[in-house]
């Protein structure tokens, strides 16, 4: 049974830290690109961050670059991917979710959404003003 399950969000203060939690089990996700997602109410979902299958080339949008670090861990049967969001601004609020696709190679990050094979649920991240 495939599982992406995600933890760590929740409220924090403009300017403080949360770090996010994707546990992904079920398959072979140690090749698979990975990355973060989200949505905002009354908004489309947006990239976060991607990362590939060896954990070497992480990419960032625009709107969190040199906030947020994407990193994972293979090392055991269930991959864990991180976000670690610093500086945190209210507009980052959102349901983030973590994502895998099957349809990298190499060094390859995912950028888009459609090309995704396995979402988790998401985990609320609220930033106070």
């Known amino acids: 049974q495939v599982q992406l399950v995600e933890s760590g969000g929740g409220l924090v203060q403009a300017g403080g830290s949360l770090r996010l939690s994707c546990a992904a089990s079920?398959?072979?996700?140690?090749?698979?690109?990975m990355g973060w997602f989200r949505q905002a109410a009354g908004k489309e979902r947006e990239f976060v961050a991607g990362?590939?299958?060896?954990?070497?080339?992480?990419?960032?949008a625009d709107s969190v670059k040199g906030r947020f670090t994407i990193s994972r861990d293979n090392a055991k049967k269930t991959v864990y991917l991180y976000l670690q969001m610093n500086s945190l601004k209210p507009e980052d609020t959102a349901v983030y979710s973590c994502?895998?696709?099957?349809?990298?190679?190499?060094?390859?990050?995912?950028?888009?959404?459609?090309?995704?094979?396995?979402w988790g649920q998401g985990t609320q991240v609220t930033v106070s003003s």
């Open positions: 994502a895998a696709s099957a349809r990298s190679s190499g060094h390859m990050v995912i950028l888009t959404t459609s090309l995704y094979d396995y």
């Open positions: 079920g398959r072979t996700f140690s090749s698979y690109a």
């Open positions: 990362i590939s299958w060896s954990g070497d080339s992480p990419y960032y």
